[in-house]
């Protein structure tokens, strides 16, 4: 009786040492997942990165000048205003022209009026391309200053420092009409058009760069919110870096652009990778660019997220970091030659 005692009692305390081993391997697979996922998401860069000075600056008072010019004098800029963004797309293709680019307009119809993306193409022919965009119109009758007035602003800027480039591929700029609702996520996106044409005329796409919202920082804390609360764990809670977003899939294209961009400068960078379904990664042009089946990032200031004046008559000139600004640009133009080079 006592040896058969004894063996059920060994055999109980190896079944509870078997199921504590078999715990403990399932909290490490556990905590190895979210680890791995959390680098994922968060890319972060290996190595140390150091700064990379190609010798190209942006004056960020031509980037105010920009801004004021298509916020105050242009505006409105929306869909009910079509003289008005036909203004602002004449402003734009002179701005391109004056940077030696080869510029063409991209009409096209929506409910009978006609509206237009302005395209300028750098470098030589090639059959693949990169394509850096912002949109031009806004969400109403407002000034629209950081949505996306800065992205133009910066694709305007961007377009002076390609033509001053030795590129090896073709490169083009695209200022896009028709972002904003009604037409946000239809076909009549002039993002949509751009893509499409892309597609038709059997163009391969290296990579697409959408400035979305790159002009509003602040150094104050909880200054930064984020679509899940639990990013903000992984991420700073002060609005004073760029992000670089991208899909998951996109994680090489959107290290790539992040190193570049971080090598460019003391702005910090950070990146997202994250499923279409979280509240802010596909809210631009660069969505229409991921339906045609091609790479594309975003690159933003995290647009309501950290500015509250997003879609209000406050979103004025006067609140935007040109300083700041300036250094994203010539990030993006640092990310624009490793994507044509490599």
Known sequence: MLDAYERTETDRVSRRALVFRLLVWIVLAIGSFVALLAVYIVQPLVGSVSRVDRGYAVDPQRLETHVRVLSQDLGPRDVEHPENLDRCADYIR???ELAGAQVSGQPFERNGVTYRNVSAKFGPESPEIVVVGAH????????GADDNASGVAGLIELAGLLGRSELSMR?????YTLEEPPAFRTKDMGSAVHARSLT?????????IGLEMIGHFSDAPNSQRYPIGALG???PNTGNFIAVVGRVGGANLVRTVKRAMSESSSLPVHSLN???FVPGIDFSDHLNYWNEGFPAVMVSDTS???????HTINDTADTLDYLRMAQVVV???AAVLVLSES
Do not use: I, K, Q, W
Request: glycine share 8%; net charge neutral.
């Open 233 to 235: 764990m992984l991420y």
């Open 274 to 276: 994250a499923p279409s």
């Open 171 to 175: 490169v083009e700029l695209v200022a």
């Open 136 to 143: 031009y119109d806004t969400a109403g009758p407002r000034p």
């Open 304 to 310: 309501f997220y950290r500015n509250r004046n997003y």
């Open 331 to 333: 990030g993006v133009h």
């Open 94 to 96: 002179s701005e391109f």
């Open 200 to 208: 038709a005329s059997g163009t391969e796409v290296r990579a697409m």
